[in-house]
C-alpha cells in the first residue's frame, strides 16, 4: 500500500527537496523534508518515518553518519542516498554501512519511479517478515511466557517435564508474575491441548455463585435461575480445569471439590443425576496454604490432592535480566494497538525500569510500558513516560507479621501507581471496594499533590 511507504527527503539544496519531494508525492506518496541532519533526527523522534532520500554531502552531519545514527536507533528503516557523479566511493561505503540504494543526481523521474516501486515491494517483504515471525513467536510452545534467565530456563524445563502427565499441579507464585500463563503452557504441550482449557477465578465469586459456577444448575434449581446453565466442570471434560485463586474456596466448597477429584462424579445444581467428567486440574495461588493449613481455614486433605506437583513462578525482581526482554515485547504490542509509532525505549528509562523493584510483577511492567506509549510524544519511551522517574520505592524486607508484610506491599503499591484505586486493585488481584477497606483499615492516606 502507498500509504504505508512514509518518506523523508533529506537534503541541504531546497531546489533539491522540492523537486524529488514533488515528483514523489505525484507517485502518490507523503513526504516529509529535512534541510540536515540535525531536523531529521528530530523528525524522526516524533515520527515514523519508512524511507530515507540523504544527501550524502551536507554541512555538519553529513549523509553517511546521519545514516548511521538512523540504522543504529530504527534498523528497519530504509534509506537511499543521495549522490553526485563525483561521490560515488562515498556512495559504496554508505551501502556498506546500511543504505539499501543511491540515487544520482540529477536524476531521472522514470528510473525514481522504479527505485519506489523496487523499495515499496522491499518495505512490503519486511513487513510480512515481522508478521510471520511475530506470528511464530506468539504461538511458542511457551505461549506468552518471556524469559532468557536462569530462572525461567528452569521454569521452562520444568514445565516441559510436567505436561506429559496427568498429575495435578499447583502454581504459586506473587500477584502478577504470570502463574495462567504458566497453566496455559502446560495445557499446550499436554495430550489434552485440542480439548478445552477453562479457567475460574475463584477469589470473584462469593461460595454459592462458585458452587453454581463449577457444578453448573438446572432451570428452577434456586431463585434467579432462569436458564439450564453448564458448569466449568462439564465444559473442561477432556481438557484442562484451572482453578486460579484456589486458596479461596471455602473448606465446604473444598470438601465438594475433593469428591469429583476422588469420584470422577458431580451432580448438577437441582439434578440428583450424576454426571462423569475427566479433566487435568491444575490450580495456582499467591497465598500460603500451609499456614492457610495451620489456621484451619485450609483443609489438608484437599492440599495434598491439588498439590502433587509445585511450580514456583519467581518474582520479576528476581529475573532482573528478563525485564528488557518484556518490556520490548510489551512496547511492540501496544504500539501495534495503540497505533502510536514508538520505536524503543531509551538507556535512561531502561536504567530505571531495570533498577525498580517490581511489586506488581511482570503484569505492572505491561501497565507501565502501555501507559508509556498512551502518553509519550517521541519515538522512544523516556524517563518521563514512566509513573516513576527514578527506582525510588526499595524492597522492604520480608520481616514481622503476615498484616506487616500485606500493608508495607499495599503501600508500596499505592505509591507507584500513583494512587490510581483501579490500576492498584488490579495489580493487587483484589476488587477496588476490598483496597478501600484496606486503605481505612490501614489508615493510609493520599498524599498531597
Known sequence: MVSELNIMVVDDELIVRESLKGWLEKFGYGVDTAEDAREALEKLEREGYALLFVDIKMP????????????????????????????????????????????????????????????????????????????????????????????MQKLFQLIEDVAPGDTAVLIVGETGTGKELVAKAIHALSPRRYAPFVAVNCGAFTETLLESTLFGHEKGAFTGAHHLQKGRLEMANGGTLFLDEVGEISPKMQVDFLRVLEEKKFHRLGNPKPMTTDFRLISATHRDLEEAIQKRVFRQDFYYRINVITIVVPPLRERKEDIELLAHQF????????????????????????????????????????????????????????PFQDARIPRRPIAGSLGEVEKDHISDMLTACDWNIARTASLLGINRTTLYKKIKKYGFKQPAS
Open 60 to 151: 555538519g552531519m553529513d549523509g553517511v553518519e546521519l545514516l548511521k545514527r538512523v540504522k543504529e536507533d530504527q534498523p528497519d528503516v530504509i534509506v537511499v542516498m543521495i549522490t553526485a557523479h563525483g561521490s560515488i566511493e562515498s556512495a559504496i561505503e554508505a551501502m556498506k554501512a546500511g543504505a539499501s540504494d543511491y540515487l544520482m543526481k540529477p536524476f531521472d523521474p522514470e528510473d525514481l519511479e522504479l527505485l519506489i516501486e523496487k523499495l515499496a515491494q522491499t518495505k512490503r517483504l519486511m513487513d510480512e517478515n515481522r508478521r510471520l515471525r511475530e506470528s511464530y513467536e506468539g504461538s511458542s510452545r511457551f505461549q506468552d511466557l518471556i524469559g532468557q534467565s536462569g530462572a
Open 331 to 386: 512496547l511492540g504490542r501496544y504500539s501495534q494497538e495503540l497505533n502510536k509509532n514508538v520505536a524503543g525505549i531509551s538507556k535512561e528509562a531502561l536504567d530505571i525500569l531495570t533498577r525498580y523493584e517490581w511489586p506488581g510483577n511482570v503484569r505492572e511492567l505491561e501497565n507501565v510500558i502501555e501507559r508509556a506509549v498512551v502518553i509519550g510524544k517521541k519515538r522512544k519511551i523516556n524517563p518521563a513516560d514512566l
